[in-house]
């Protein structure tokens, strides 16, 4: 683990732990202060660290999908600001078409000097409850341009020299329907990166300028080097899998998401340009998240320990076509695009399987469900906005079943506790918990679904649900079984049902029971070859009552 600089590998693995300490500092530092039940509780937040050149040197344990995609918006903000970063500043950013994701999440990033050298940039995502727009909650999948989701922000200071830009305060409590969440997340953002710039200043201090960026790009220099071996161990080859959205955000609707990968030497290459047009309403992807999504596929079936940093990404190329789900163009919407970036971890996961099966699992639940209501709360309690998170299961992998009520690998949000939901919120949850038989037979057995129910306590709430594999279950592999399809059902006082699709924006009145079910995960290897002291203990759990 040396470097052309000479840097030895006890120094380099001190200071990578080092880094890494950093970035889960600023994690906690948002956990422990974030204002919203969607960061504090759902966890839907992401930091790294940064080299003064914008490398990411280390994350913290959070979010895959908005860590893989710092590297762009980091390279926006330098082409941008690069020759006018003063110590204190901070910079805030949500537009995907100035290297965004989606308007809910907001970036926050702050370059950190020692003596008035940069030495390093201290970077958060944190996904916002609300930014405006047309409905509470700002996602919605059936809003079909950009300006229906929110106010956009091209990357602006935040704070110059220390001290705060009121005039950007003023616009976001003027655009946002409860100013004192987001401006309490954003504030959880600002106060990780102080903890960043202080710990950050003791290492370079500690080591010298000069030698902690020698260090710092060594430790991306060595992950690079980690990577390409592996891949190179690799056999060569090219392999095409197809899967589908359920919806085009308005209707029912097949959505193509293609991925063709090639393996060659020590590189791969994911080409999603056979993806479907733009769709109407707002899964469309920005061309940095999709690349997110494929660096953490080919991340997951990687075997050997590797430092977080962007020399994971190098040896990865990801090919999109502008004006597809894979790339939006203006003024297409994004804010529901996080199941787009789902399914096309499933695709790329299913070429994969095909080149390297023995590293591939098979599919999850399909990514997180959104449920959000918002309405007015009783006697005049003033508006809520509740985002829940229903995560979720694994699929069966080549070594285990898969993991049930646990959050799909490309996510590390969580459900919302019930009794933070029913503290916080004139809501009520009737179930929560597993669906028996829902994961796909195999000689590892999926994961199980997640079922939960919401009465609802208020009139007039609005219900925003973006959920998938309605229509198209979790592929199972080797012979797996697929997963159990999702569902979503509307139960009215009455007793009345009414069977709702994956995606929808209605209105509820009190009374109303809001069921859900997500898919369950696919079974990995042949159903025949499964242990037959495995087919007891889920027997005696009740996970399955029959076999296959």
């Known amino acids: 683990m040396s470097t052309a600089t000479g840097i030895d590998a006890v120094t380099q693995q001190i200071v990578g732990n080092a880094l890494a300490s950093i970035a889960d500092e600023m994690a906690t530092t948002i956990f422990r202060t974030a204002h919203s039940t969607v960061v504090r509780d759902g966890m839907d937040f992401s930091a790294a660290i940064c080299d ?211 393996i060659e030497g020590d590189e791969i290459t994911a080409d999603l340009t056979d993806c479907a047009p733009m769709v109407r309403g707002s899964l469309n992807s920005t061309r940095s998240f999709i690349e997110a999504c494929v660096y953490q596929s080919v991340r997951c079936a990687l075997t050997v320990e590797i430092p977080n940093t962007s020399g994971a990404f190098r040896p990865i190329h990801v090919l999109t076509k502008p004006g597809t789900i894979a790339e939006v163009v203006m003024p297409g919407a994004s804010s529901m695009r996080g199941v787009t970036g789902f399914r096309v971890l499933d695709a790329v996961n299913g070429a994969l399987a095909q080149l390297v099966p023995a590293r591939v699992p098979a599919a999850g639940e399909g990514g997180n469900t959104l449920a959000i209501f918002g309405a007015d709360r009783p006697a005049g309690g003033g508006r809520f906005i509740f985002y829940e998170l229903v995560v979720g299961t694994w699929g069966g992998t080549p070594e285990n079943d898969g993991n049930d009520g646990l959050t799909n690998p490309a996510s590390l949000a969580a459900n919302i506790p019930v009794e933070v939901a029913e503290a916080e919120f004139p809501i009520h949850i009737e179930r929560y918990g597993l669906v028996p038989d829902s994961g796909g037979a195999g000689e590892h057995r999926g994961g199980l679904a997640v079922e939960r129910v919401w009465r609802c306590l208020t009139p007039d709430t609005s219900l925003i649900v973006r959920s998938d594999r309605a229509a198209h279950p979790p592929y199972g592999l080797q012979g797996g079984a697929p997963g159990a399809l999702s569902s979503n059902l509307l139960i009215h006082p009455d007793g009345t049902e009414e069977v709702l699709p994956s995606m929808f924006s209605i209105t509820i009145q009190a009374g109303d029971i809001y069921v859900h079910r997500t898919a369950g995960g696919g079974g990995w290897g042949e159903p025949t070859a499964r242990e037959p002291h495995a087919i007891e203990s889920d027997l005696a759990d009740g996970k399955v009552t029959r076999w296959p």
């Open 52 to 262: 003064p050149g914008g490398e990411t040197v280390a994350q913290g344990v959070t979010v895959p999908f908005h860590l893989g995609s710092v590297p762009h918006a980091m390279k926006t903000l330098l082409a941008k600001f690069g020759d006018d970063l003063r110590p204190g500043d901070v910079f805030v950013m949500n537009d995907p078409f100035d290297g965004g994701i989606h308007l809910q999440d907001i970036f926050v990033f702050k370059p950190v000097f020692l003596d008035g050298r940069l030495i390093g940039f201290a970077t958060t995502t944190a996904h916002h409850g609300d930014v405006g727009g047309r409905l509470p909650g700002s996602s919605a999948c059936d809003n079909t341009e950009i300006f229906q989701e929110g106010i956009r922000l091209p990357w602006l200071r935040l704070y110059d020299r220390g001290e705060p830009v009121e005039v950007i305060f003023q616009v976001l409590r003027a655009n946002v329907r409860i100013p004192r969440m987001p401006l309490g997340d954003l504030a959880a953002q600002v106060a990780a990166t102080s903890v960043a710039e202080a710990a950050l200043q003791e290492l370079a201090a500690r080591h010298g300028p000069d030698r902690l960026a020698e260090l710092m790009t060594g430790l991306v220099e060595y992950t690079e080097r980690l990577v390409r071996q592996e891949i190179a161990s690799w056999p060569d080859g090219t392999a095409t899998f197809t899967d589908y959205l359920d919806s085009d955000g308005i209707e029912r609707a097949d959505v193509r998401v293609t991925a063709t990968v090639t």
